[in-house]
């Protein structure tokens, strides 16, 4: 890749300050030395033809200047730099674990917790580009949505088909945690994480959280909670008899100690989302915490330009040389 050109010995533009001062001194010496002669009327010199001698009269000394400055050009050593690198990645691997139960569709989150919290793990995977990814959901029970991937562009397409309603409702973070765990517990990556997301506490499901939790630490993943919901009660959409969305109120209700335990005993962290705002801040503290390590080795070529302005020196001062002893040359 051409990165332009750099100066290895900048110091040499120093001599472009004589352009100024040879200047005055070539102002000062032509008019020192011009003859004065009075004529009653300049009447008879408007007619007289320009020469091309008058005209190119200061050119050799505007040659002069510009030779001095491709000089300080060419000395200064102008480089042309390619370079490439070679990039090792110590890659994370996250498993994100969404409830999609219906109680993910209140709205004290825009447009609801469920679209909230995709939004979010979306941007989260976008910033992530050199990690493996995947994704499980849970309701009343879980499955795998995604596997641990590379293709993010794969990854988002199926988070925004994620809707509540694709598997039995219920609340069964256990099942969810367990399926991440199997999805992660054979991968060499350096760290493995799950990012652990719900809105209420488990009601079902054959493997209870803390159990989860203990099959992540024995595998060395750590685990990120997340509890979304506002403080108190939130506005849920329910039918009427008549199929007309009505909303009600609903306790919020998040197992908050056993989500610090499970991160506590995988040396993860609990987080508590209350709105959308708090939810990004939550998953870019996590994206803070896991960063990927990247190993950067940068090679660098340089390619000595001075030639050219050196060339152009010259030809610039083979031409003044030239006309002083061709057209412009000063008879005895």
């Not at 320009?50 to 005209?55: A, D, G, I, N, P």
């Not at 403080?231 to 008549?242: E, R």
């Amino acid at each position: 890749m051409m990165n332009g050109i750099e100066f290895a010995h900048p110091y040499w533009f120093l001599l472009l300050a004589l352009i100024p001062l040879l200047s005055f001194w070539y102002w000062k010496k032509n008019n020192s030395h011009r003859a004065n002669i009075r004529f009653s009327s300049l009447e008879n010199f408007k007619n007289a033809p320009t020469t091309l001698r008058q005209k190119l009269v200061h050119f050799p000394f505007v040659l002069r200047m510009l030779c001095i400055a491709l000089l300080a050009a060419a000395l200064a050593r102008p480089q042309s730099s390619s370079s490439w690198q070679n990039v090792t990645t110590e890659g994370i691997d996250i498993v994100i674990t969404m409830d999609i139960s219906g109680s993910m569709l209140a709205e004290d989150f825009k447009p609801n917790r469920l679209e909230a919290s995709k939004k979010v793990a979306m941007n989260f995977i976008s910033g992530r580009p050199t990690d493996r990814m995947g994704l499980v959901v849970f309701a009343g029970e879980a499955f795998t949505q995604c596997p641990l991937t590379t293709d993010h562009s794969v990854l988002l397409n199926i988070f925004g088909g994620i809707k509540n309603g694709l598997i039995e409702d219920g609340t069964a973070i256990g099942m969810g945690l367990a399926t991440a765990v199997k999805r992660l517990k054979d991968s060499e990556a350096k760290s493995k994480v799950i990012i652990l997301l719900t809105d209420g506490v488990n009601t079902g499901g054959s493997i209870p959280p803390q159990t989860a939790a203990e099959i992540a630490k024995t595998f060395g993943i750590r685990v990120y909670t997340i509890g979304v919901g506002t403080m108190g009660s939130a506005p849920y959409p329910a039918k009427n008899m008549f199929g007309q969305t009505v909303y009600q109120d609903m306790e919020v209700k998040i197992d908050e100690d056993m989500m610090r335990k499970i991160s506590a005993m995988t040396d993860g962290k609990y987080f508590r989302a209350t709105d959308n705002k708090k939810l990004e801040e939550v998953y870019q503290e996590i994206d803070a915490l896991e960063k990927s390590k990247i190993d950067v080795t940068e090679f660098r070529k340089k390619k000595e330009e001075f030639l050219p302005f050196a060339l152009v020196a010259l030809l610039f001062l083979g031409l003044e040389i030239l006309l002083r002893n061709t057209l412009l040359r000063v008879l005895p």
